[in-house]
């Protein structure tokens, strides 16, 4: 069970601070093809998703800044170090700029290990990242560093912007370079870009074009469905479709 309070509002799912950093500064909102998301899913899978057993408290705005705090037992009767989850938050917001510092830490095991799709690697997460409007256009930067038990302790710098053309019309665009703290030689880039059309508000046109190019131990993905981890070298696809939500 995972809650949280935002003011005097009780709710019932439960994210970790960097990965809401990481969804607010993604310049293509965390598409599930060349986005933020790829990074975050090639590094912790679901870690930060899900966080059993957790409470949270999002404090009211005062004076631009806004602070957030959670905090996971593991639910191992003995142990509370298995599982144990914590993450914070301090935002800052003045007028069309937004700046957010975000920090989790996560141990393997505890009641993680029973849901559904297993969240229990051990991860330390770091985010920092801002946004700007300029009326009808959004620049969108930031660093996130994932270090990982075992694995890698990728650093991810990304930049991009979206431009709302008409009500209807917006096109996007965003690239993300990582790189091994542990070994320079594992490093990728991902970039892409896409363009959606309203067609009511329920249906909506896209196109997306983007590519991914992978040296040394690293094998960024490019999409989430079906090429999440990719080869060495360079991989470039495009996708056409069509979204409606009932």
């Not at 509002?9 to 993604?26: G, I, M, N, S």
């Not at 599930?32 to 404090?59: A, K, R």
């Not at 990728?188 to 131990?217: C, E, M, P, R, W």
């Amino acid at each position: 069970m995972a809650l949280f309070l935002c003011g005097n509002r009780l709710h019932e799912h439960l994210y970790d601070t960097v990965r809401l950093a990481v969804y607010d500064f993604d310049p293509r909102e965390m598409s599930y093809f060349g986005s933020g998301l790829i990074t975050y899913l090639n590094n912790v899978y679901v870690t930060g998703l899900f966080n059993p057993n957790g409470i949270s408290y999002t404090s009211p705005e005062i004076a631009g800044l806004q602070g957030s705090a959670m905090m996971a037992l593991g639910g191992t009767a003995g142990d509370f170090q298995a599982g144990r989850q914590y993450s914070a938050s301090l935002r800052y917001h003045l007028g069309s700029l937004t700046v957010d510092a975000a920090l989790y830490s996560g141990n393997a095991g505890g009641s993680a290990a029973s849901i559904a799709i297993p969240s229990v690697v051990e991860f330390n997460g770091r985010a920092l990242g801002a946004s700007y409007v300029f009326n009808n256009l959004t620049v969108k930067a930031s660093y996130v560093q994932y270090k990982v038990a075992g694995s890698f302790n990728d650093r991810v710098y990304s930049g991009g912007a979206s431009y709302r053309i008409t009500p209807a019309l917006n096109v996007d665009a965003g690239v993300w370079v990582t790189r091994d703290g542990n070994n320079s030689s594992n490093n990728s880039i991902l970039a892409s870009t896409g363009i959606d059309y309203s067609l009511s508000k329920a249906t909506v046109v896209y196109g997306q074009a983007g590519f991914v190019t992978n040296h040394g131990a690293m094998h960024t993905g490019l999409s989430v469905n079906n090429a999440l981890d990719e080869v060495t070298g360079t991989t470039a696809g495009v996708n056409i479709g069509m979204r409606h939500m009932f």
